[in-house]
């Protein structure tokens, strides 16, 4: 059924040109030379029988990352200001894997406050986000900035190290995480956490040089 609509597809589009649209008609013959090499590409390429599969937008699927990262940065902040707009919505956008509108309101919102260090986190976790894991000089920036407007907040070295360990740049990742795990106090509640993470990373490196 589908060679009948592909056929009669060429058909129409042969009389259009040639009739409608007055092609000339000395060029009818290249024109249906035309139709036929299309016809013979699909017949050699085409699957018209398979099923379709249309493949959803990349920044819609995450695999829950969006999400996880939202929480652990609220967990890790000494306080999570809810009532700034710019930062609820921009979560809300990369909780849902949408990770370039999500950077993209943050950047407003530390253009109209540079010492928003919440903001600025957020942005360079999108930013990761949207590169799908890989960490860029321009989420270096931002967590660099975050980590300046609020030197005595975990979130960007903890960050900053996960998105260079993602990025398969474990040693300076490892480095982040052991420097801020020497200036978390102990009775801090993100300690054990970040100190068990440490120790798996510690364990994967030395299985790795063993192996090698």
Known sequence: MSWVFVIGLAVIIFVLLAMVLKAPRSSWELLGAALLLGIAGYAWQGSPAQRGAPKPPAETIDGGKGAGDVAERQKLADSVPMSDRDLVVADALARHGQFADSAEFLRGAVQRNPNNAEAWLAMAN???????????????????????????????????????????????????????????????????????????????????????
Request: aromatic content about 8%; proline content about 8%.
């Open 126 to 212: 999108s930013l990761v986000g949207h590169a799908e894991g890989t960490i860029s000089p321009a989420a270096i920036y931002a967590y660099d900035q975050a980590e300046r407007a609020a030197p005595g907040s975990p979130g960007p070295a903890f960050f900053k190290g996960l998105a260079l360990i993602r990025s398969g740049r474990i040693d300076e990742g490892r480095k982040a995480w052991a420097g801020l795990l020497a200036r978390t106090p102990p009775d801090a509640p993100w300690r054990a956490d970040l100190q068990a993470r440490v120790a798996e990373l510690d364990g994967f490196l030395s299985r790795a040089q063993a192996a090698q």
